[in-house]
T-cell receptor, first 111, second 117 residues
Framework: SQTIHQWPATLVQPVGSPLSLECTVEGTSNPNLYWYRQAAGRGLQLLFYSVGIGQISSEVPQNLSASRPQDRQFILSSKKLLLSDSGFYLC??????????FGNGTRLTVT | AQKITQTQPGMFVQEKEAVTLDCTYDTSDQSYGLFWYKQPSSGEMIFLIYQGSYDEQNATEGRYSLNFQKARKSANLVISASQLGDSAMYFCAMSLNYGGATNKLIFGTGTLLAVQP
C-alpha cells in the first residue's frame, strides 16, 4: 500500500534562516506531488505541484521554492524565512483518477 | 474563477443524529470532481468521499453521503449517526479536469463540527 512521509512534524525557525521540508512517497510510481499551506483557521492553499522529476509548477508568488530530485521525493525550501511563512505545510500525492492523499503535515513557526 | 464556498464556520450535532455540511462551488468547466476531507485536531487530512461531475448517482461511503445538486452547484456532505470521533474540521474541495495530468484541488474555508454526547 502507498504511504507518505513528511518531516519534521514541528519546526521553530528564526526570521532569515533557511528552510528545508522533505516529503517522500512509497508504494507508487510517478505520482503527482503537491505542497499546500494552511494558515491558522483557514483552508488550504496550493503552493507547488510536480508531475515528474525536475518539473515544478508554482501556483502563487512567494518566498518559497520546491524541488523534486527523485521520483518520490518532494522538497520545500526557503533561503530566508519571513514571519509570514509560518503555517501548517502539507505534502500530498495523487495519481490519475485518485484523490489527493496527504502527509501528517509540518507545523512551522517563524519567530 | 473557480471557487468553493462553505458558509458554516461551525456546527453542533447531537451524537447519533445526522448532520449536513454545506458546500457550493463555482466553475465553468464541465468536467470536475468534488471531494470532502476531514481534518482532526492532529492536523492530518483524511479523504472521505468523491463525486464526479458526470456521476448521476450521489456518492456514498459508509456513514458519509454526498448530496450532489449540479444545477444548484452544491455538494453537501451528509454524516449519518454522528459519533464523537466525527468532531473535526471538514473541507470541501474541487478538482478541475479530474483524471487529467494533475488533480490540483482548491479548498473551501472549512466547517468545524462538534458532536455532543
Amino acid at each position: 500500500s502507498q504511504t507518505i512521509h513528511q518531516w519534521p512534524a514541528t519546526l521553530v525557525q528564526p526570521v532569515g534562516s533557511p528552510l528545508s521540508l522533505e516529503c517522500t512517497v512509497e508504494g507508487t510510481s510517478n505520482p503527482n506531488l503537491y505542497w499546500y499551506r494552511q494558515a491558522a483557521g483557514r483552508g488550504l492553499q496550493l503552493l507547488f505541484y510536480s508531475v515528474g522529476i525536475g518539473q515544478i509548477s508554482s501556483e502563487v508568488p512567494q518566498n518559497l521554492s520546491a524541488s523534486r530530485p527523485q521520483d518520490r521525493q518532494f522538497i520545500l525550501s526557503s533561503k530566508k524565512l519571513l514571519l509570514s511563512d509560518s503555517g501548517f505545510y502539507l505534502c500530498a500525492w495523487s495519481t490519475r483518477n485518485s484523490p489527493l492523499h496527504f502527509g501528517n503535515g509540518t507545523r512551522l513557526t517563524v519567530t | 474563477a473557480q471557487k468553493i464556498t462553505q458558509t458554516q464556520p461551525g456546527m453542533f450535532v447531537q451524537e447519533k443524529e445526522a448532520v449536513t455540511l454545506d458546500c457550493t462551488y463555482d466553475t465553468s468547466d464541465q468536467s470536475y470532481g468534488l471531494f470532502w476531507y476531514k481534518q482532526p485536531s492532529s492536523g492530518e487530512m483524511i479523504f472521505l468521499i468523491y463525486q464526479g461531475s458526470y456521476d448521476e448517482q450521489n456518492a456514498t461511503e459508509g456513514r458519509y453521503s454526498l448530496n450532489f445538486q449540479k444545477a444548484r452547484k452544491s455538494a453537501n456532505l451528509v454524516i449519518s449517526a454522528s459519533q464523537l470521533g466525527d468532531s473535526a474540521m471538514y473541507f470541501c474541495a474541487m478538482s478541475l479536469n479530474y483524471g487529467g495530468a494533475t488533480n490540483k484541488l482548491i479548498f473551501g474555508t472549512g466547517t468545524l463540527l462538534a458532536v455532543q454526547p
